[in-house]
């Protein structure tokens, strides 16, 4: 039988007719391969966490090439002839770590770990493929399509910069300096000066690149080069693998095909259903390659980054190719590397055929030249035509064959542009492309090509506009004022959410017309302060510092290290909850949703069409489970209300969990789910509910607001002289963890292991024991990390843990349920809205006499995890607070239940009043710094002598003059810059134990705690403090897995506790073993540490101690202090902007782990900067489905969206007394300072709106600042548009 033969890591597989077309790559490496440090998250090549190294012969010449591919989109059966490396491929504990994993540890670039691989093997191609030799902003661009939540990039940044030729100095003196730190033992064993590894985990000096190979295995690549079709019988599909047209038409003519180049389409569009006949067309000869006649004449079947690499070529060796570069640049924006690497010509422009309304890019570029597209109907059988007439054939039997780009003459200029919602890896809000010809010598038009995408599927070109122009010289005020209006009137945008508004497309399409001329004008024909407003705004590479003291006499406490796991999970061998290895006979679950107006109820369930699917198992509803049906037990603290794991009648909200289904195969479970038709005995007719808003202006108002808390004034000033009123809406967030929730359910003798992506062991625990009416003690939770979670596994994580369990109680069997993007995004609840309404009262110099803030919170459909007291705390942040009335409200809305989000209601708290001080000091014309500080609390508040400090040390006034000067002159690029300070109140809620091991055979010591390791280095930091403690070396310990038996009653690690918690306990429990060990020491004098174990175990001495901490008991509150500056630009004309710098000071007290405090200071201020710019959540307010489910229209900040300059501070010579062993929390405080964004956008904006002649009044900016937002408030007029 002929089969798809391929290698990984060296090893080589053959696939014959088990696995079809839609079984990913991704997917047999992780489950056939059983190779699971490979990743994924979206599966849409939109996150990256999946990617690997391909090295293959690619055509037309088959040279060997190195490249990374996202394997969520390759499908195995077109791996035929690659070598594929994954990330435990290419360096491990056994054979010695590789350079990049180890650099990358050190840098501290990871956090949870669970986006690592991917990094790492994107880095990996890089370098192979870039010969080594690429430059510090080429490496900085390579990672578009690399999400990163945990981390805010700069140290994984740093880490990879250091391969560049021009690597910064300071870099490669912090790599020195990293290079004598112990803790990254490969192997588990003691390895500091001894261990035998040590060569191959700090290998700095060369890349072992060959490392990957087995024994077994040669360089040589599979033999597959024949070059003749052949055909892999799939069960129901047949996939053929094609070389030539002749015979990819053979196949075609028998009806019912696809073709498929690279496969990376279904990112785009997902593809669900594959025809009987697949025909790999990626090394059809025909599709090949260039030739150069007159016009540049490109193969279809060539991917993207080829067709990159040729424009550059070309563009610097002919003069009447030279406009290649823009092409260049613009390609440059579109989709990642990993895509472009094998993504073709055709398929994108197949997509366009097929999808009118897809803001192709290379369309785009295609009918701004002019280009033609050639399209093979038969054998030998070509026809050529335009693109808007390729958009109108019939495709169906034909083949795109090439493209046809022309040369453009000197009397050509050229401009296209990209508006995305961040700085890379985001499809266009509108794209648009502008070709102007001269009339030879002259400034008249005598052709103009207009096109633009994101308009509507059927708007091209702007046709009525094109031919105003023609004979006029573009560069007049009056030729520019006719074009505008001609494009306002010509260009209508269809609304087509959650795409921005046609308005905001409509008025940005318009506004890139005068971005092109004020491009391509002469200088002297234009006003200068206009000039910036030509180019769009692109980010170079960014830097940062890191200033903070560190203790020497206490280390290893106190002491800048990365993580513990940094290595293990550089390389893959860090296992998450989905990472344990296949069992036999194992199944797959998925959630059945409700996707129906909310309201309506369920009758029944139709798995007819489900079940004739091969693979499908079974079907449960809320009547299976044994127990109550619900995944939020009372007896749990916080849990107010229960809530239903399967909607069991009315559905509370659209995409509600109903049911599950099991199968053989995650795949085949998700597409079963689909299948299953819900009966309902009556569909709501309502429309949901879905903002605070809504219910507000509602008749059921009374029902579903509940007052929480209001606050009464102490005291009340009398000297009125200013009221300013107001209301600020945030909106919600998803906490875009890279780790879906997840869980796996093995039965065992006594029970069940569940191995959850819990952020709570007890919650978990119980609430399965309960669902399925078993004894809590017969559970056994187990979870070794995380990855990410940001609050969102809460309370979340115990529904699909109960769901898993249930399948394995009935069935007796192992399941696995990882929750698929688009049903984690639309059943699992987000941070809440908040809406406020205030009033606030000052004299003239801004003192406040009163302030009133009513404000609610948007629990969704039920109050758990909603706790609007504690925004009511935040919200005083460093103020005197004893004039404040507050009032705090829950609503509960038509949406999932939201949850707590990294600083949940901290984070809206701090904001709530942020806004009120600037709009405060807006309307007194004062300094906003100045009004604050009028208003600080008095006692015992640093904040006025950190606002001193970081004016400083930041050189914040002057800069703050640099920006007025930058203002003055330009008119269409503003910058402002603004400081806001911070106090959080750090509280304790539960228990936590630590449980340490001493082991008498060497002395080595494990620690067993209660809390989740989810990336904020909470393991490390109690190995710190144990090794200072017992005096002990930090490799001498080890931290095992959190674990409910040997943790039971914990309580949730979250709200930035979690570490601290756990120290105090490790502290104490070392703290009894000390004691014990007392005697001992005493007698022998001052022993080694092993010999005083071994004294120790011989005289009886118990060498395992725990301890709880108890908030009751041992935890006493205290604030975090910090400011934050931030510096920004933003382009008038589109509604981008570039965070040019950030400055936060924090005090971390003595922070028990320096580089650990910067990674969660960095890392939650990014995250913030996602919720304030391009993190919008879209709805449809007729069903109250989110329309933004996917990582196509969510987007979380990308490598390039962090600020340029990005410094962190901790404050000088802090202790904290209240803390443990002095130190501070730091996981979620920097993320209040993010809401900083919002007052610079709105003070850049107020120049431009100045500028424009508005008077110079308060305006707001809709909540979160995307381009959209930032555009719109603008307020633009084409009046505005002029070159004089
Ligand atoms: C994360 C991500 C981001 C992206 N961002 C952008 C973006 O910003 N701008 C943009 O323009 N694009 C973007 N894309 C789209 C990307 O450019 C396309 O996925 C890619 O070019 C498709 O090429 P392919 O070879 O993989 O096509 P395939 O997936 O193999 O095929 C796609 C379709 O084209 C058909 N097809 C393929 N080749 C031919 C041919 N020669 N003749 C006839 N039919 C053919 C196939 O049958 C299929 O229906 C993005 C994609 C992803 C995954
Ligand atoms: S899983 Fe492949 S890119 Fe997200
Ligand atoms: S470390 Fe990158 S997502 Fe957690």
């Not at 008077?1255 to 381009?1267: N, R, S, Y």
Request: neutral net charge; glycine residues 6%; proline residues 5%.
């Amino acid at each position: 039988m002929v089969k798809i033969k391929f290698k990984i890591n060296g090893k080589t597989y053959e696939v014959g007719g088990k696995y079809g077309p839609d079984v990913s790559l991704n997917e047999y490496i992780r489950n056939v391969a059983e190779l699971r440090g490979t990743k994924a998250m979206c599966h849409e090549g939109g996150c990256g966490a999946c990617i690997v190294t391909v090295r293959a012969p690619m055509p037309p010449n088959n040279a060997i090439k190195t490249f990374a591919v996202n394997s969520c989109l390759v499908s195995v059966l077109s791996c035929h002839g690659w070598e594929v490396t994954t990330v435990e491929g290419i360096g491990n504990k056994i054979k010695g770590y590789h350079d990049i994993q180890t650099r990358l540890a050190k840098f501290n670039g990871t956090q949870c770990g669970y986006c690592t691989p991917g990094w790492v093997m994107n880095m990996y191609s890089l370098y192979q493929s870039k010969n080594k030799n690429m430059t510090s902003k080429e490496v900085e661009n390579s990672f578009a399509g690399n999400m990163c939540r945990c981390t805010g990039y700069r140290p994984i940044a740093d880490a990879f910069k250091t391969f560049a030729k021009d690597a910064d100095e300071r870099l490669l003196n912090k790599l020195v300096d990293l290079e004598d730190l112990d803790i990254m033992k490969p192997c588990g064993l003691e390895c500091v000066n001894k261990c035998t590894h040590r060569d191959k985990c700090f290998n700095d000096n060369k890349i072992e690149g060959e490392s990957s190979k087995s024994e077994e295995d040669s360089d040589e690549f599979i033999h597959v080069n024949e070059e003749r079709m052949f055909m892999v019988k799939a069960d129901t599909h047949k996939w053929y693998k094609a070389y030539n047209l002749a015979d990819a038409f053979k196949i075609m003519s028998q009806g019912n095909y696809k073709l498929i180049a690279g496969n990376t389409g279904q990112g785009v569009y997902h593809v669900t259903e594959y025809p009987p006949n697949v025909i790999d067309i990626f090394n059809v000869a025909e599709l090949k390659g260039f030739t150069i006649d007159v016009n540049l004449i490109l193969g279809a079947g060539m991917p993207l980054s080829e067709m990159m690499e040729l424009f550059i070529k070309l563009s610097n060796q002919r003069e009447e190719f030279a406009y290649l570069k823009q092409l260049y640049d613009h390609m440059d924006l579109v989709a990642h590397i990993p895509v472009r690497n094998i993504g073709t010509i055709g398929g994108n422009l197949f997509l366009k055929y097929a999808n009118n309304e897809f803001q192709s890019d290379v369309f785009l570029l295609c009918e701004t030249v002019g280009a033609m597209i050639t399209i093979a109907e038969g054998v030998n059988r070509d026809r050529r035509m335009t693109m808007p007439e390729f958009l109108r054939i019939d495709m169906r039997g034909r083949v795109i064959k090439n493209i046809l780009l022309p040369p453009l003459s000197r009397n050509c200029a050229l401009k296209t542009y990209k508006i995305m919602p961040r700085s890379q890896n985001a499809h266009a809000v509108v794209n648009a492309g502008f070709l102007f010809k001269f009339r030879p010598n002259s400034n008249f038009l005598e052709k103009v090509r207009i096109v633009y995408g994101s308009i509507s599927p059927s708007f091209i070109h702007a046709n009525r506009t094109e031919q105003i122009l023609i004979g006029k010289d573009p560069y007049t005020d009056e030729t520019l004022q006719l074009a505008l209006q001609s494009l306002y009137r010509e260009i209508n945008p269809v609304e087509a959410p959650p795409e921005p508004s046609a308005a905001y497309r409509k008025m940005l399409a318009v506004a890139l017309y005068y971005k092109a001329i004020l491009s391509l004008c002469p200088s002297n024909r234009m006003n200068s302060t206009y000039k910036s407003g030509a180019e769009a705004i692109k980010r170079s590479t960014s830097h940062g510092t890191q200033t903070f003291e560190t203790d020497v006499s206490v280390w290893p406490l106190n002491q800048p290290i990365p993580k513990l796991e940094a290595l293990v999970q550089c390389s893959g061998e860090a296992t998450f909850a989905n990472d344990l290895p296949g069992q036999n006979d194992e199944v797959f679950a998925a959630f059945v949703t409700a996707d129906v107006v909310p309201g309506s109820v369920i009758k029944d369930f139709d798995t007819t069409e489900a079940f004739k699917i091969p693979g499908v198992i079974a079907f449960y509803t809320a009547k299976d489970f044994p127990g109550e049906n619900v995944f939020t037990p009372n007896n749990i603290p916080f849990m107010s209300d229960k809530e239903e794991i399967l909607c069991d009648n009315k559905v509370k909200f659209y995409g509600q969990p109903a049911a599950i289904i099991v199968a053989d195969r995650d795949k085949t479970a998700n597409k079963a789910a689909k299948l299953v038709k819900i009966e309902y005995s009556s569909i709501s007719r309502n429309r949901p509910l879905i903002t605070i808003d809504q219910v507000l202006r509602s008749p059921e108002k009374s029902t579903r607001v509940r007052m929480d808390q209001t606050v009464e004034p102490t005291d009340m000033g009398n000297d009125v002289k200013t009221v300013v009123k107001g209301e600020i809406t945030m909106e919600e967030q998803y906490h875009y963890y890279m780790e879906p929730q997840t869980c796996v359910t093995k039965p065992s003798e006594d029970g069940m292991e569940v191995y959850s992506s819990t952020q709570w062991l007890d919650l978990t625990n119980v609430a399965v024991a309960t669902c399925l009416k078993v004894p809590v003690n017969s559970i056994t939770v187990i979870v070794r990390r995380l990855g990410g979670a940001y609050g969102g596994k809460i309370s979340r994580a115990s529904q699909v843990a109960c769901s898993s369990a249930l399948v394995t109680h009935l069935l007796g069997k192992t399941c696995r349920m990882v929750l698929p993007l688009i049903v984690n995004m639309k059943s699992v609840g987000k941070r809440v809205p908040t809406k406020c309404t205030f009033e606030v009262a000052s004299d003239a110099q801004g003192e406040i006499q009163y302030l009133k803030n009513t404000f609610y919170q948007d629990a969704g459909c039920s109050y758990n995890e909603c706790l609007t007291p504690l925004s009511v705390m935040h919200s005083h942040n460093c103020y005197d607070s004893k004039r404040w009335y507050i009032q705090a409200n829950s609503v509960l809305t038509d949406k999932y239940s939201n949850t707590w989000c990294r600083a949940p209601f901290s984070a809206e708290g701090v904001a709530m009043t942020e806004y009120m001080m600037e709009k405060l000091a807006f309307t007194l014309r004062k300094d906003p710094i100045e009004v604050r500080l009028m208003n600080m609390a008095k006692e015992n508040n640093p904040i006025p002598e950190m606002i001193t400090q970081i004016r400083k040390d930041a050189n914040f006034d002057e800069r703050r003059q640099q920006v007025r000067e930058f203002n003055r002159n330009n008119r269409w690029r503003k910058r402002a810059i603004k400081l806001i300070p911070l106090t959080v109140d750090i509280f304790y809620t539960g228990n936590f134990n630590s449980l340490i091991s001493i082991y008498h055979g060497d002395g080595s010591v494990t620690i067993t705690h209660a809390g989740i390791e989810m990336g904020q280095g909470i393991n490390t930091k109690a190995a710190q403090v144990c090794a200072y403690m017992l005096g002990i070396p930090l490799d001498k310990i080890s931290v095992k897995p959190s674990s409910s038996v040997t943790s039971p009653n914990a309580i949730v690690t979250g709200g930035s506790i979690g570490s601290e918690c756990v120290v105090f306990a490790t502290m104490k429990a070392c703290e009894i073993l000390n004691k014990r060990l007392q005697p001992i020491r005493d007698k022998m004098g001052k022993p080694a540490w092993d010999d005083l174990i071994s004294e120790a175990f011989a005289g009886g001495v118990d060498l395992h101690a725990s301890y709880m901490f108890s908030n009751l008991t041992d935890g006493k509150p205290y604030d975090v202090y910090a400011i934050g500056i931030l510096e920004l630009e933003i382009d008038v004309l589109t509604g981008n902007h570039d965070v040019r710098r950030v400055d936060i000071l924090e005090d971390t007290g003595r922070s028990l782990s320096p580089e650990i405090d910067v990674a969660q200071i960095e890392g939650a201020f990014i995250m913030g900067l996602g919720y304030w710019t391009s993190e919008k959540l879209v709805y449809d307010g007729a069903t109250g489905k989110l329309l933004t489910d996917r990582t196509w229209t969510y987007k979380i900040p990308g490598i390039k969206d962090i600020p340029a300059d990005m410094r962190i501070y901790f404050k000088r010579g802090s202790r904290n007394q209240s803390g443990v062993l002095q130190s501070k929390a730091t996981g979620e405080p920097s993320f209040c300072l993010s809401t900083v964004f919002m007052h610079a956008v709105r003070d850049a904006l107020r120049s431009a709106r100045m500028d424009a002649g508005y008077d110079d009044d308060w305006f707001d900016i809709e909540h979160p600042c995307t381009v959209e937002n930032i555009f719109m408030a603008a307020g633009h007029k084409l009046e505005h548009f002029t070159l004089k």
